[in-house]
């Protein structure tokens, strides 16, 4: 099983940019697809980004579409986030998440994911 830790979300205006870091322990890392879902008060938690193991394949939400770019790090055992021209509506709390199986291309739903970090707060103003 794969430990998740995020890190980078904070406060910033509208228009600006974050990266987001989630690094990863385990010995697996690298067989896995990693996502990145997000969740806003009141609101289910949504898909935002995922890339396969190797990183050969990305997919994005229709709403961060070239504007986010997921990439990842298997020598450093690191997935990011980056995020630009942000929105008041992307304000929420972001989490990484592991896929149950191993090279396995990834789905958009949460419950593909068996292994979650505690998640980072990202806040947008306009």
């Known amino acids: 099983q794969v430990q998740l830790v995020e890190s980078g979300g904070g406060s910033v205006q509208a228009g600006g940019s974050l990266r987001l870091s989630c690094a990863a322990s385990?010995?697996?890392?690298?067989?896995?697809?990693m996502g990145w879902f997000r969740q806003a008060p009141g609101k289910e938690r949504e898909f935002v980004a995922a890339?396969?193991?190797?990183?050969?394949?990305?997919y994005y939400a229709d709403s961060v579409k070239g504007r986010f770019a997921i990439s990842r790090d298997n020598t450093k055992n690191t997935v990011y986030l980056q995020m630009n021209s942000l929105k008041p509506e992307d304000t929420a709390v972001y989490y990484c998440?592991?896929?149950?199986?191993?090279?396995?291309?990834?789905?958009?739903?949460?419950?593909?994911?068996?292994?979650w970090g505690q998640g980072t707060q990202v806040t947008v103003s306009s």
């Open positions: 998440a592991a896929d149950t199986r191993l090279y396995n291309i990834p789905t958009m739903h949460p419950v593909d994911f068996g292994s």
């Open positions: 385990g010995r697996t890392f690298s067989s896995h697809s």
């Open positions: 890339i396969t193991w190797a990183g050969g394949r990305t």
